[in-house]
């Protein structure tokens, strides 16, 4: 069973940059794909980044193209991200998801709030 914890939200102010952590365990992950997702306030979930454990391939929302970055630390079975220039409309509890490839993000983690200051 994939267990996954977020840690590294946190109250900032705008332009300001956090990066979040999220431990992965329960699997081999080299064919999983790992992905950011975060929910504001009377919003839907939506996806941030993703990333390829097995050959690193990223993608990102436009919303954050450019400020945000997705990584892993393979040694530690644990993806991260990296967050820049942030603004009041990044808001939100970040979930980190796991999936294998093509079936969907399939395990959850139970979210860290990242909360920006204007």
């Known amino acids: 069973q994939v267990q996954l914890v977020e840690s590294g939200g946190g109250l900032v102010q705008a332009g300001g940059s956090l990066t979040l952590s999220c431990a992965a365990s329960g699997r081999t992950f080299s064919t999983y794909v790992m992905g950011w997702f975060r929910q504001a306030p009377g919003k839907e979930r939506e996806f941030v980044a993703s990333l390829s454990w097995n050959d690193g391939r990223t993608y990102y929302a436009d919303s954050v193209k450019g400020r945000f970055t997705i990584s892993r630390d393979n040694a530690k079975n644990t993806v991260y991200l990296q967050m820049n220039s942030l603004r009041p409309e990044d808001t939100a509890v970040y979930y980190c998801?796991?999936?294998?490839?093509?079936?969907?993000?399939?395990?959850w983690g139970q979210g860290t709030q990242v909360t920006v200051s204007s």
């Open positions: 998801a796991a999936g294998r490839v093509g079936a969907g993000f399939g395990s």
